[in-house]
């Protein structure tokens, strides 16, 4: 099973700011990695799939490289709707998909 | 408009069974495979199942293989999940999504996902 680890656990950030996100593979996972967002109570959101690309919809101050076993999510300028918990996925060797811990952005 | 709406959750015994449902509309359903992820209170999402376009591959995650069952009903655009033998640790809120590419292309990105419906297995 291919682990992803997550860091921070937490950032806390203020508006305006660039967040840098974390999620590193236990064995090589090519760019077959994806990211999402998780608000309570909604659905969560993909915002970049295949290491890089923008999911349809996705705004262009986020923006995801990486390949192989680091992997960074960066949002430019964040935005008040931003503050979310983020978590990477794997699709490289399944199953099982596997999920990371998850890195909270939160209000400073 | 991609939408897709889980229903069936709630609270039930150890033991218990449940059985939830996933009503997909705005895509070809039967186009698209579809997948289980669930969220327990405090952890990240775990995937649970994923069932191909046509139904015929099924994958299930270690946690739920020979409990749960997934299942779908393309004349219906409805994904459904069985879960028998349930524990307290599948509590959970359990999320339905739909692979990011079509039947030409990978399965295990999920561009939409639903809502969730709330599963409590406690005595």
């Known amino acids: 099973e291919i682990v992803l680890t997550q860091s921070p656990a937490t950032l806390s950030l203020s508006p305006g700011e660039r967040a840098t996100l974390s999620c590193r593979a236990s064995q090589s996972i090519s760019n077959y990695l994806a990211w999402y967002q998780l608000k309570p109570g909604q659905a969560p959101r993909l915002l970049i799939y295949d290491a890089s690309i923008r999911a349809t919809g996705i705004p262009a101050r986020f923006s995801g490289r990486g390949s192989g076993t680091d992997f960074t999510l960066t949002i430019s300028s964040l935005e008040p709707e931003d503050f979310a918990v983020y978590y990477c996925q794997q699709r490289a060797r399944w199953p099982p998909l596997t999920f990371g811990g998850g890195t909270k952005v939160e209000i400073k | 408009e991609v939408k897709l709406v889980e229903s069936g959750g709630g609270f039930v015994q150890p033991g218990g069974s449940l059985r939830l449902s996933c009503a997909a509309s705005?895509?070809?359903?039967?186009?698209?495979?579809m997948t289980w992820v669930r969220r327990a209170p405090g952890t990240g999402p775990e995937w649970l199942s994923t069932?191909?376009?046509?139904?015929?591959?099924?994958y299930y995650a270690d946690s739920v293989r020979g409990r749960f069952t997934i299942s779908r009903d393309n004349s219906k655009n409805t994904l459904y999940l069985q879960m028998n033998s349930l524990r307290a640790e599948d509590t959970a809120v359990y999320y339905c999504?739909?692979?990011?590419?079509?039947?030409?292309?990978?399965?295990?990105?999920?561009?939409?996902w639903g809502q969730g419906t709330l599963v409590t297995v406690s005595s």
């Open positions: 999504a739909k692979n990011l590419y079509d039947t030409s292309g990978p399965v295990g990105s999920f561009d939409y």
């Open positions: 705005g895509f070809t359903f039967s186009s698209y495979a």
């Open positions: 069932l191909s376009d046509a139904a015929t591959s099924t």
